[in-house]
């Protein structure tokens, strides 16, 4: 079902869309050509109807009036039922302005705002029949629910933890009310090496990115995008196995190499990049992963040969030392390929697909996984019995399956975004009791909804902790729908790792503060699903990968208005919006 409201209010005049609730069951592009044709139809039947007046000897005028007096009739019965209000048009002329920016349709903007009522027919149609463009189907009252559980951030367990003193010492947070950098001005001028590492963190954080600039626009949705480990370097893989590597140069993204992926099955799912930053390897629904260097096209072959039919590595990550690939993949297992003696080893690590792997820190012995089985499980690889697996330690607390894993580097801390649209901070000194594992699986075993097109089910809007969930910190306000999306600590060297970014199903690009809970930064800045998203290791700004085709980098702008990419949503019934954003909070 298409519904006229949703599907239609972008290109049929506005007067004939106000409150109408008629649904149509044909394709979109049909819908618009069937809407059209009725009063096309029923202009060419008079004159057509004339025509045959005057060879059948009736006077034409007279008949033609009739007919004519007809559709006039049909006319004035459509306008009826229009109700014009001064914000609805204003809703109408912003909303264009915010779908004419996202597309570069800046010519038509100042034209189309005049006149709300005269849509352009082209514009609807490309974004209509655009594969890369979500319509997002979030209903108000599923974004009421998101906005509600972030409202009021529980952070009693992560005040008593030493996350706490220590984010607050690495970002140059103080007790000092006065938190103006002018202070900090007049210090460095008393000392003779400039700002410390702290002051600049502080000084960073009160510029964090809200201003989304589109890089490039590749007509393709994107997948994965990712900085390499010193800064230099860009990647993006798009659904058309197109993989483009892009170097910095004088702060702009200039393209260096780009290549078509071998044996994509669907899309490139990950991409990783090598400590030195000169290879990356990559992963897709084929039974090997790849490895490529970033100057040339050639690309290495690592079978991986797994005895199953469709298999797929959804996460892979290169060890310190750049020898090792650690990989998650469908059929439950946990791969260890070693780039230099071409061979691997796997074992099997989880009861449902394995989502997401990384290593705790630089060593490279230690490493996490997590998958549909809604656990995220401590593994030490001098320990590990290939014939008879068995975790370091098990962390549970979500309610549906885990979507990815970052951690902190630093062998204590780590965060898992979930399809129970949470982001957990854990602390792997904590593990959970075998209690807490059985209550996270009885939940996580009902499977009783699709993350990937269903609404969110009314069980996972629930804030509460399960009992014997040992999380540090949880963090609500984002939208986990559609694909795997990731959530990754802010750098160390320009934020002291006191934030978390995560993209959503909605387009949006969400910061969290570490330390509150709270959402820092909440700015729509794509038309489709944000996967994947990068922060500069070193600079102030971060890029989002979307499945609108687009990668946009975000800096700070002080006259940005966050909100202008932000229209409310349209709701028939504002008594019944109320009555359910009540029950909601």
Same mark, same amino acid.
């Given at each position: 079902m298409y519904p006229i409201s949703n599907r239609l209010k972008f290109l049929i005049p506005y007067s004939f869309y106000c409150d109408c609730t008629l649904t149509l069951t044909l394709?979109?592009?049909?819908?618009?050509?069937?809407?059209?044709?009725?009063?096309?139809?029923?202009?060419?039947?008079?004159?057509?109807?004339?025509?045959?007046?005057?060879?059948?000897?009736?006077?034409?005028?007279?008949?033609?009036?009739?007919?004519?007096?007809?559709?006039?009739?049909?006319?004035?019965?459509i306008l009826k039922n229009k109700k014009k209000t001064c914000s609805e048009n204003r809703l109408v002329r912003r909303r264009l302005r915010i779908l004419i920016s996202f597309h570069n349709l800046t010519h038509q903007s100042?034209?189309?705002?005049?006149?709300?009522?005269?849509?352009?027919?082209?514009?609807?149609?490309?974004?209509?029949?655009?594969?890369?463009?979500?319509?997002?189907?979030?209903?108000?009252?599923?974004?009421?629910?998101?906005?509600?559980?972030?409202?009021?951030?529980?952070?009693?367990?992560?005040?008593?933890?030493d996350i706490s003193v220590v984010t607050k010492n690495t970002s140059g947070v103080t007790d000092e009310k006065n938190m103006s950098i002018i202070p900090l001005i007049e210090k460095r001028t008393l000392k003779p090496n400039g700002f410390s590492i702290n002051e600049k963190c502080r000084i960073g954080n009160s510029l964090l990115p809200n201003k989304p600039k589109v890089i490039r626009d590749f007509g393709s949705k994107v997948f994965c995008g990712l900085y390499s480990k010193d800064g230099e370097f860009?990647?993006?893989?798009?659904?058309?196995?197109?993989?483009?590597?892009?170097?910095?140069?004088?702060?702009?993204?200039?393209?260096?190499?780009?290549?078509l992926a071998h044996d994509v099955g669907w899309s490139v799912l990950d991409i990783a990049f090598s400590p030195d930053g000169q290879h990356f390897a990559y992963s897709s629904w084929a039974d090997c992963l790849y490895q490529c260097h970033i100057s040339d096209r050639s690309i290495d072959t690592l079978a991986l040969h797994p005895g199953v039919r469709r298999f797929c590595v959804f996460s892979l990550v290169f060890s310190n030392n750049g020898h090792e690939i650690l990989g998650g993949a469908n059929d439950r297992c946990i791969y260890m390929y070693d780039v230099h003696c071409q061979r691997f080893d796997r074992f099997t690590g989880h009861d449902e697909d394995v989502n997401c792997v990384a290593y705790a820190d630089n060593s490279s012995q230690i490493f996490y996984s997590a998958g549909d089985d809604g656990f995220c499980k401590v593994w030490d690889r001098r320990l590990i019995?290939?014939?008879?697996?068995?975790? +370091?330690?098990?962390?549970? &607390? !979500?309610?549906?399956?885990? $979507?990815? /894993?970052?951690? *902190?580097?630093?062998?204590?801390?780590?965060?898992?975004?979930?399809k129970d649209q949470s982001i957990k901070l854990w602390d792997?000194?904590?593990?959970?009791?075998?209690?807490?594992?059985?209550?996270?699986?009885?939940?996580?075993?009902?499977?009783?909804?699709?993350?990937?097109?269903?609404?969110?089910?009314?069980?996972?809007?629930?804030?509460?902790?399960?009992?014997?969930?040992?999380? +540090?910190?949880?963090?609500? &306000? !984002?939208?986990?729908?559609? $694909?795997? /999306?990731?959530? *990754?600590?802010?750098?160390?060297?320009?934020?002291?790792?006191?934030?978390?970014?995560?993209?959503?199903?909605?387009?949006?690009?969400?910061?969290?503060?570490?330390?509150?809970?709270?959402?820092?930064?909440?700015?729509?800045?794509?038309?489709?699903?944000?996967?994947?998203?990068?922060?500069?290791?070193?600079?102030?700004?971060?890029?989002?990968?979307?499945?609108?085709?687009?990668?946009?980098?975000?800096?700070?702008?002080?006259?940005?208005d966050a909100n202008e990419y932000e229209p409310p949503l349209l709701r028939r019934s504002e008594r019944i919006a109320a009555r359910r954003r009540t029950h909601v909070s």
């Open positions: 394709p979109p592009l049909f819908s618009i050509i069937a809407t059209r044709a009725i009063f096309i139809t029923a202009f060419s039947l008079t004159f057509v109807i004339c025509r045959c007046g005057i060879f059948l000897g009736i006077h034409r005028y007279s008949f033609s009036s009739s007919i004519f007096l007809f559709v006039i009739v049909i006319f004035v019965q100042k034209q189309l705002c005049k006149y709300p009522r005269q849509i352009s027919l082209e514009y609807y149609l490309f974004r209509c029949c655009s594969s890369n463009i979500d319509l997002s189907d979030e209903s108000e009252d599923e974004l009421a629910r998101i906005r509600a559980r972030a409202r009021f951030p529980d952070t009693t367990r992560l005040e008593k933890n860009f990647i993006a893989s798009t659904q058309d196995k197109w993989m483009y590597i892009y170097k910095m140069v004088n702060g702009n993204y200039v393209i260096y190499n780009r290549m019995n290939m014939s008879n697996p068995s975790p +370091v330690g098990i962390l549970a &607390g !979500h309610r549906d399956g885990i $979507t990815y /894993i970052d951690s *902190r580097g630093d062998t204590r801390y780590l965060i898992t975004n979930s792997t000194r904590v593990f959970s009791s075998r209690k807490a594992q059985q209550n996270a699986r009885h939940l996580v075993e009902r499977k009783d909804w699709d993350y990937r097109w269903q609404p969110v089910p009314q069980r996972l809007w629930d804030r509460g902790f399960l009992d014997g969930d040992t999380s +540090v910190m949880t963090y609500y &306000g !984002h939208s986990v729908r559609k $694909t795997l /999306i990731r959530c *990754r600590f802010s750098p160390p060297d320009n934020t002291g790792q006191r934030y978390i970014y995560t993209g959503d199903s909605t387009g949006r690009l969400i910061i969290y503060d570490l330390l509150t809970g709270k959402i820092v930064r909440k700015v729509k800045g794509h038309l489709g699903c944000i996967r994947d998203v990068s922060w500069h290791p070193f600079d102030h700004n971060l890029i989002t990968s979307s499945w609108d085709g687009k990668i946009s980098k975000w800096e700070y702008s002080e006259s940005y």
